[in-house]
Every structure is written in structure tokens, then in C-alpha cells.
């Protein structure tokens, strides 16, 4: 018989608490916050505060009359939801999407399984997904902005024209678009927005917080040397694309993509350093976190490659999910040792 039992988290109190740790999170968050800012300006600032508000109301309102329990919104778990829920968000989105997203993240992906340590899955993705298969025009076409002085995706040109008037496909979906058109891939490359340059830095089509890698590698890194997060389901997760796509790439380079593009491009970076290591969400072994990043770096490339889809990450991430009480069977062999023994 188990006599070793899995509960949700916290598991042992200490000197860290759900505030603390929240607030490295929403630190980790700024410097991607501030570049969608900084190219968007209120559009980004609207989706940011909109986001949060609705999902700390959500919160609130819920533990207060349904749950009728003490109010959790201080932990600042709401805060972090209402982010990443924005820098999934393209940036331009309509008020109501916003909220909608809030409800989805907060009422049923969070609340509806008991508050934060409960959730099976993670909030933000959940309202990204239920939002791009219910609300596919506003999370894939006309709501994905360019930066006024960013490179438009869908002709090719370098886009100079005022924010509201230059709209078009994020990098992953200009590709699959042009592939699909019968369109060489040297020749696809050759836009001058898919550069590696372009897409490390900044300019480009995509998700609030898909704008810059740099950003969400220091944010990374912050966590890091916090310890707010260990490393495995991250590299576990960029290694795999990496291969994956790379075999992929020396099979057939007129066909797929390049590994590089990919671990640069669409949320991967932002899905990996923050969501996939949520610790609710994520096994709490070394090996599971491991066969857990690599699962979430294969589907997210079959569902890039094959899929219909450009972008794969959140369904990947969603589907790890449910594996997760099974992951954390591998337990540690001292604790396997002890188990036998009792």
C-alpha cells in the first residue's frame, strides 16, 4: 500500500510565503510589461490594468459570496493570473475579451477547484485557450498590432504607419501562412521582420508578451537567482524544441523551420520560464519536472509543425498539466526507501 500521499502545496513552512513569492513573479513580469508599454503606450497600460483588476474582482467576489471564506486576493496570486493573462492577450484586445479571459482564468480554471494550490490547471493558459478557440479572429488576426515603428507581417513591408492602422499575423502564423501558399522557405526567411536580430530584441507581431526574448530571459534569471524557480522544466522544455526541430530542420530545410526560430519565437519563452513552472501545476521531482518539459517541447513542436495551429505552447503546457499527479509518482528514493519500509 502508498502510504506516501501527494497533496497540493505548501507542503512546509518557512521563511518564504505565497506574497513573497507572488511578488518576485510580478517582478520577474515588469521588464516584458514595460516594453509592451513602451511600444504601445495606453493599448498596453489598458490590457495590464484591466486584466488585473478583473481578475482580483473575480477573486474577491467569489471567495466573499460563493465560497464565502477569507478573502486570498492579498497573496497577490490574482496580481500574477492578471498578467500573464494580459501578456497572453494581443494587445489591442476589446475590454470585454479582457474580462471574459478574467472569468474563465479566475471563476473556473482557479476558484471552481478550490483556490490557489488547488487548480489542476494553469489559469492564465486556460483563458488563453478558451478565448483562441472561442474568439479565434480577435486572438489570431486583427487584434495582433505591429509596433508603430515594428515590421508588418502579411506583406512583408517595414511598417511606418500609425498603431492602429497596421494589423497583421504574428511571425509563426506569416510562416504557415506562406507555406501553405506554396511559398519557398529561403524565401520566407528572407523577410526582413523573421530576423534573429528582430526577434531577440523586440518590433514584432505577437502576443503583449511576446515582444522581446531578452526581457523574458532576465525575468528568467531573476527568478533563478531568487529560487524562486529551478531550471529543469525550462531547459528541459528549450532543449527539446531545440532538438526536435532541429531533426525536423536537417531532414528537410525547405519545408521546416529552423530550431533557432523557433525557441526565439511566439510564447515559448514566456510559456516555459512562467507558466510551465508554476508550482501548482508542475510535478515536484527532478524527473518529473524533466519528462514534463520534454512532453511540452514535442507537442508544442508537432503542433507548430502539423497542427492547425502556428502556435502550440499553451495546449502543450495545458496537456502536461493533467499528467502531473502521475508525474509526481517518481518519488525521491529516499522517500521510496521509507515507503517500503512501512
Not at 26 to 40: C, E, G, M, R, T
Not at 243 to 257: E, P, Q
Not at 318 to 324: D, E, F, K, P
Request: with cysteine.
Amino acid at each position: 500500500m502508498n502510504t506516501l500521499i501527494v497533496s497540493p502545496s505548501p507542503h512546509v513552512h518557512g521563511k518564504d510565503n505565497t506574497r513573497r513569492l507572488m511578488g518576485d513573479v510580478i517582478i520577474a513580469l515588469l521588464p516584458a510589461v514595460l516594453v509592451s508599454i513602451w511600444f504601445f503606450g495606453l493599448s498596453a497600460i489598458h490590457l495590464v490594468c484591466v486584466s488585473v483588476l478583473a481578475c482580483v474582482v473575480f477573486e474577491y467576489l467569489i471567495q466573499k459570496f460563493l465560497l464565502k471564506g477569507k478573502s486570498t486576493v492579498g497573496d497577490l496570486s490574482a496580481v500574477v493570473t492578471g498578467v500573464l493573462l494580459a501578456l497572453n492577450l494581443p494587445v489591442c484586445s476589446p475590454w470585454w475579451l479582457i474580462v471574459i479571459g478574467a472569468l474563465v482564468a479566475i471563476g473556473i480554471a482557479k476558484m471552481t477547484f478550490g483556490g490557489l494550490g488547488q487548480n489542476l490547471f494553469n489559469p492564465a493558459l486556460v483563458a488563453r485557450v478558451v478565448l483562441l478557440v472561442s474568439f479565434p479572429v480577435l486572438m489570431t488576426g486583427t487584434a495582433f498590432h505591429a509596433p508603430e515603428t515594428g515590421y508588418l507581417f502579411g506583406n512583408g513591408d517595414f511598417a511606418s504607419a500609425a498603431l492602429d492602422a497596421t494589423s497583421g499575423a504574428t511571425p509563426l502564423g506569416f510562416v504557415k501562412e506562406q507555406l501553405a501558399k506554396g511559398v519557398a522557405m529561403e524565401e520566407i526567411m528572407a523577410n526582413p521582420g523573421l530576423s534573429y536580430t528582430q526577434l531577440l530584441f523586440a518590433n514584432m507581431g505577437g502576443s503583449a508578451g511576446e515582444f522581446s526574448a531578452v526581457v523574458l530571459i532576465l525575468g528568467f534569471i531573476y527568478l533563478l537567482c531568487r529560487r524562486v524557480i529551478k531550471p529543469w522544466i525550462s531547459l528541459s522544455i528549450l532543449l527539446t524544441v531545440f532538438v526536435f526541430a532541429g531533426a525536423l530542420y536537417l531532414g528537410d530545410s525547405s519545408k521546416y523551420l529552423d530550431p533557432v526560430f523557433h525557441v526565439l519565437n511566439g510564447g515559448l519563452l514566456l510559456g516555459a520560464f512562467f507558466m510551465a513552472t508554476d508550482y501548482v501545476t508542475s510535478p515536484m521531482t527532478t524527473k518529473g519536472q524533466v519528462i514534463f518539459g520534454i512532453g511540452i517541447g514535442v507537442i508544442t513542436v508537432l503542433i507548430r509543425t502539423f497542427g492547425a495551429y502556428p502556435e502550440g505552447v499553451s495546449f502543450a503546457i495545458l496537456i502536461m498539466n493533467s499528467t502531473v499527479p502521475l508525474l509526481n509518482k517518481f518519488q525521491p528514493k529516499r522517500f521510496a526507501k521509507e515507503a517500503q519500509k512501512k
